[in-house]
């Protein structure tokens, strides 16, 4: 069965802090996917990645297929990126088998 | 260029109500899913059409039934609403099958059912 497991489930950090959030996975992928899901509900993709690593701004995404994991990196947080991430993995049908999230909470 | 639109925002039904939620894209993307969120769960799967004519079940399809009316629409109906199907639907699209392409959301509708 295809699951994705995510930790943590909550996340308080103060601003400046690099922030990790860890996704893992229980079955071969072709891509896993991280997204954004602001407070106000709207959802964006922030990365799709099958090996090794991405960087867009200040944010990082790595993977390692052997361990089948892969973690989202913050650095320098900002309450601006007070948000759900969500990861996600290919499912058998050629769609996406979601983690419930977690919620990242940056204070000033 | 307005992405993935979904209409209504908000709606409330009695049990028993039938309602369709509408989903247009203009990307001009082959593939459109419907997904629910509820409270500590993940993302749900509810109908997907990996082309313009298909469609096809996804984790979570009793009570609901889906029209790809053409390339830019895929609408989700909800025939005898029951309180189990208050939730938040979202309609997202990509490129091709998600597994391997960036996928665009819709800002959701907000579904509450009495």
């Known amino acids: 069965k295809n699951e994705v497991e995510q930790s943590p489930q909550n996340l308080t950090a103060q601003e400046g802090e690099f922030i990790t959030i860890n996704c893992s996975y229980s079955?071969?992928?072709?891509?896993l996917h991280w997204l954004q899901q602001h407070p106000g509900g709207g959802i964006v993709s922030l990365f799709m990645l099958s090996s090794g690593k991405k960087k867009h701004g200040r944010l990082i995404a790595t993977i390692n297929i052997q361990e089948k994991h892969s973690s989202l990196h913050i650095t320098a947080s900002h309450p601006r990126d007070s948000a759900v991430y969500i990861c996600?993995?290919?499912?058998?049908?050629?769609?996406?088998?979601f983690g419930k999230g977690t919620k990242l909470s940056v204070k000033p | 260029n307005a992405g993935v639109t979904q209409t209504p925002k908000f709606q409330v039904l009695k049990t028993g109500q039938s309602m369709t939620l509408q989903c247009a894209q203009d990307?001009?993307?082959?593939?459109m899913y419907w997904y629910r969120q509820d409270p500590g769960m993940g993302l749900r799967l509810i109908y997907y059409s990996a082309s313009e004519g298909t469609t096809d079940k996804g984790e979570v399809p009793n009570g609901y039934n889906v029209s790809r009316l053409n390339k830019r629409e895929f609408s989700l109906r909800l025939e005898s609403a029951a309180p189990s199907q208050t939730s938040v639907y979202f309609c997202?699209?990509?490129?091709?099958?998600?597994?391997?392409?960036?996928?665009?959301f819709g800002a959701g509708t907000r579904l509450s059912v009495l």
């Open positions: 079955v071969g992928i072709s891509a």
């Open positions: 990307m001009n993307h082959n593939s």
């Open positions: 996600a993995n290919g499912g058998s049908q050629g769609n996406l088998i």
């Open positions: 997202a699209s990509s490129a091709g099958l998600v597994a391997k392409n960036i996928q665009y």
